[in-house]
């Protein structure tokens, strides 16, 4: 490619603006792909960039109310044309967080949003709450991206991101004490309608949706018959699972209008581009970032001034 | 914890100079970088193909030798991905992270060093040797038989030991046992304390740490796990310690650890085995975030 499609509605080097904030710019890193932004910081490329150049956020690492230690080993099993991932969400709580991570990365410059996931709805607004007070005054807190994929205790384990109904009452209550930051929810593709999901979101009062997370996966080792995870099934991510998470990106920009994030399997500009077709107006790279830790800056680079790489 | 004096990480292209196989499951890769990459014996690498053809998860391979922008690399083809590594010809495009995690101590005093390697283990006790070593040093290698061993690399005083006494090249020598075996015998007579290093497969590991501490010599493994990202952000590769401590994670604490560090009856199940291991939840989110 050497220019950008004339199509595009706008600029992808450009700002983005979703609810009350604007963020410097529309390729993001996802969730869990690049820790809290600050593993990885020191890499460098041979012309001595690091790996921040021209991004809009990072996404944290999800944090939860209290430390997680995560699932057994082995966690991670490459496929032919993706990943699985079984991490259990280890983290090192909110506490922590706001005490070392949030501190680090405000001395860094770093643009970031905050991913939250909690066990009841009502933890979302605690957290959001505490995050607010913690992070008020760090001007790269963009915001929370709420991760609904926890079986929701006070349900029976029912997953969160499945019942539009919790979805909404999880982003109520983040949204009360949001501020003036953004507020996306993260939704899943697990189920047959993502539309619903999303309009229920925004009905809570989130900004954007991101769209989407992990697909439910597994592979078998062939040698010995069993799952190659401990846990059986995981998160499948990476190339494999983009023309999902276009369709759902899709349905979601016909259906309801909610502004889209949109993330799943992005590793070139090219990818990028076929996200802001449907509709996306920022997009997160995920898989690809844990790869290399270059990959979203490059997915930047390729769509500033329209030499996409 | 990563040591300060070790440089940081560089994402490099690199180009294949050339490939070779040194034994029956060796391959040798040396990549010319596009900028030096300094880096220790112990440490690793990320490897993958460039551009489109990258595949979705980089392969964790051991340094053999960094030399300026010259970086050596020995592996044995398990599966696709290093498969995908075996058939690139000469010039053939690459990206690398390197270097990445920790190394193997340089000796700080006279004791012998016992460098116990296995199979494809020994690409950083080789290296290490060729820094470090001195006449004192015990540097021992084990392989499945005398095919599987990369004659070319061991010359004395490296000692070899086999699983199976076949395939043994005319004017070269290896002793029937596994590798700890044959540091036994070696260092039955000594009355020196010596510092074990070791690096190979898990049985190996863990006989190496029991050895050492059955003598109550220290003891400096390199871990091997599946690693999503290698440098620290995914928290794929983590190795459980001694009374449920906290994880190690293999790419960045490691893989260098002290043995004791490791709790070696939990380190490197099969999957199955470490559900149970772990009293893992019976439960089963149907996804996760990759996080």
Same mark, same amino acid.
């Given at each position: 490619?050497?220019?950008?499609?004339?199509?595009?509605?706008?600029?992808?080097?450009?700002?983005?603006?979703l609810g009350p904030r604007t963020l410097p710019g529309?390729?993001?890193?996802?969730?869990?792909?690049?820790?809290?932004?600050?593993?990885?910081?020191?890499?460098?490329?041979?012309?001595?960039?690091?790996?921040?150049?021209?991004?809009?956020?990072?996404?944290?690492?999800?944090?939860?109310?209290?430390?997680?230690?995560?699932?057994?080993?082995?966690?991670?099993?490459?496929?032919?044309?993706?990943?699985?991932?079984?991490?259990?969400?280890?983290?090192?709580?909110?506490?922590?967080?706001?005490?070392?991570?949030?501190?680090?990365?405000?001395?860094?410059?770093?643009?970031?949003?905050?991913?939250?996931?909690?066990?009841?709805?009502?933890?979302?607004?605690?957290?959001?709450?505490?995050?607010?007070?913690?992070?008020?005054?760090?001007?790269?807190?963009?915001?929370?991206?709420?991760?609904?994929?926890?079986?929701?205790?006070?349900?029976?384990?029912?997953?969160?991101?499945?019942?539009?109904?919790?979805?909404?009452?999880?982003?109520?209550?983040?949204?009360?004490?949001?501020?003036?930051?953004?507020? @996306? !929810?993260?939704?899943?593709?697990?189920? =047959?309608?993502? /539309?619903?999901? *999303?309009?229920?979101?925004?009905? +809570?009062? #989130?900004?954007?949706?991101?769209?989407?997370?992990?697909?439910?996966?597994?592979?078998?080792?062939?040698?010995?018959?069993?799952?190659?995870?401990?846990?059986?099934?995981?998160?499948?991510?990476?190339?494999?699972?983009?023309?999902?998470?276009?369709?759902?990106?899709?349905?979601?920009?016909?259906?309801?209008?909610?502004?889209?994030?949109?993330?799943?399997?992005?590793?070139?500009?090219e990818d990028a581009l076929r996200f802001f077709a449907?509709?996306?107006?920022?997009?997160?790279?995920? @898989? !690809?970032?844990?790869?290399?830790?270059? =990959?979203?800056? /490059?997915?930047? *680079?390729?769509?500033?001034?329209? +030499?996409? #790489? | 914890?990563?040591?300060?004096?070790?440089?940081?990480?560089?994402?490099?292209?690199?180009?294949?100079?050339?490939?070779?196989?040194?034994?029956?499951?060796?391959?040798?890769?040396?990549?010319?970088?596009?900028?030096?990459?300094?880096?220790?014996?112990?440490?690793?690498?990320?490897?993958?193909?460039?551009?489109?053809?990258?595949?979705?998860?980089?392969?964790?391979?051991?340094?053999?030798?960094?030399?300026?922008?010259?970086?050596?690399?020995?592996?044995?083809?398990?599966?696709?991905?290093?498969?995908?590594?075996?058939?690139?010809?000469?010039?053939?495009?690459?990206?690398?992270?390197?270097?990445?995690?920790?190394?193997?101590?340089?000796?700080?005093?006279?004791?012998?060093?016992?460098?116990?390697?296995?199979?494809?283990?020994?690409?950083?006790?080789?290296?290490?040797?060729?820094?470090?070593?001195?006449?004192?040093?015990?540097?021992?290698?084990?392989?499945?038989?005398?095919?599987?061993?990369?004659?070319?690399?061991?010359?004395?005083?490296?000692?070899?030991?086999?699983?199976?006494?076949?395939?043994?090249?005319?004017?070269?020598?290896?002793?029937?046992?596994?590798?700890?075996?044959?540091?036994?015998?070696?260092?039955?007579?000594?009355?020196?304390?010596?510092?074990?290093?070791?690096?190979?497969?898990?049985?190996?590991?863990?006989?190496?740490?029991?050895?050492?501490?059955?003598?109550?010599?220290?003891?400096?493994?390199?871990?091997?796990?599946?690693?999503?990202?290698?440098?620290?952000?995914?928290?794929?590769?983590?190795?459980?310690?001694?009374?449920?401590?906290?994880?190690?994670?293999?790419?960045?604490?490691?893989p260098v650890l002290p043995a004791d560090a490791v709790?070696?009856?939990?380190?490197?199940?099969?999957?199955?085995?470490?559900?149970?291991?772990?009293?893992?939840?019976?439960?089963?989110?149907?996804?996760?975030?990759?996080?």
């Amino acid at each position: 490619m050497t220019a950008l499609p004339a199509w595009l509605p706008f600029d992808p080097a450009s700002p983005v603006t979703l609810g009350p904030r604007t963020l410097p710019g529309r390729i993001w890193t996802a969730s869990g792909c690049f820790g809290y932004g600050l593993d990885g910081a020191d890499i460098r490329d041979a012309r001595g960039a690091g790996p921040f150049a021209g991004l809009g956020a990072v996404v944290t690492k999800t944090v939860t109310p209290a430390p997680r230690r995560g699932n057994p080993p082995p966690r991670v099993w490459g496929t032919v044309h993706g990943a699985l991932n079984s991490i259990g969400l280890e983290n090192v709580g909110l506490d922590r967080f706001l005490d070392d991570v949030v501190p680090r990365l405000a001395g860094a410059g770093t643009p970031f949003v905050v991913s939250l996931a909690g066990t009841r709805p009502d933890e979302f607004g605690v957290m959001t709450r505490r995050l607010r007070a913690a992070a008020l005054d760090v001007p790269g807190w963009h915001g929370v991206e709420l991760n609904l994929s926890c079986p929701n205790v006070a349900k029976g384990g029912v997953d969160f991101g499945r019942d539009p109904d919790t979805v909404r009452a999880c982003t109520e209550a983040a949204a009360a004490e949001i501020g003036e930051r953004l507020l @996306t !929810a993260k939704l899943t593709p697990n189920s =047959a309608r993502i /539309a619903p999901l *999303a309009a229920a979101a925004a009905a +809570g009062g #989130a900004h954007a949706v991101t769209a989407v997370n992990t697909l439910v996966g597994m592979d078998v080792d062939l040698r010995t018959g069993k799952p190659v995870l401990p846990r059986r099934r995981g998160g499948y991510s990476g190339p494999g699972i983009l023309p999902v998470a276009l369709a759902k990106v899709d349905e979601i920009v016909l259906e309801t209008g909610v502004p889209v994030i949109g993330v799943g399997g992005i590793r070139t500009a090219e990818d990028a581009l076929r996200f802001f077709a449907v509709g996306a107006v920022a997009v997160q790279v995920g @898989t !690809a970032q844990m790869d290399d830790p270059f =990959a979203a800056a /490059a997915v930047a *680079a390729g769509l500033n001034g329209g +030499g996409a #790489a | 914890m990563t040591d300060p004096a070790l440089s940081a990480p560089l994402r490099l292209e690199g180009r294949v100079a050339a490939q070779a196989r040194v034994s029956a499951s060796m391959l040798r890769l040396d990549l010319h970088l596009e900028a030096p990459a300094p880096a220790s014996p112990g440490q690793f690498c990320m490897l993958n193909l460039a551009g489109e053809s990258a595949m979705t998860l980089s392969r964790p391979l051991s340094i053999l030798e960094a030399d300026g922008d010259r970086l050596s690399l020995l592996y044995k083809v398990v599966g696709r991905g290093t498969r995908l590594l075996a058939d690139l010809p000469p010039q053939a495009q690459v990206r690398v992270l390197t270097p990445l995690g920790t190394a193997f101590p340089a000796p700080q005093d006279d004791r012998p060093r016992l460098l116990l390697a296995g199979g494809v283990g020994l690409p950083p006790l080789h290296w290490w040797h060729r820094v470090h070593g001195r006449a004192q040093d015990v540097p021992c290698f084990g392989a499945r038989d005398g095919a599987d061993a990369p004659w070319p690399l061991l010359p004395s005083p490296w000692r070899v030991s086999v699983d199976a006494l076949r395939d043994v090249p005319a004017g070269r020598t290896a002793v029937q046992g596994n590798v700890v075996e044959l540091a036994r015998g070696l260092t039955a007579q000594s009355g020196a304390d010596h510092v074990v290093l070791a690096c190979g497969p898990v049985p190996l590991l863990a006989a190496a740490a029991r050895f050492a501490a059955e003598r109550g010599w220290p003891c400096h493994v390199s871990l091997e796990e599946r690693m999503g990202c290698g440098y620290g952000v995914c928290r794929g590769c983590v190795a459980p310690t001694p009374h449920d401590g906290p994880w190690r994670l293999v790419c960045k604490d490691g893989p260098v650890l002290p043995a004791d560090a490791v709790d070696w009856d939990r380190f490197g199940l099969a999957p199955a085995a470490a559900a149970q291991a772990y009293d893992a939840p019976t439960r089963l989110l149907p996804e996760e975030d990759p996080a």
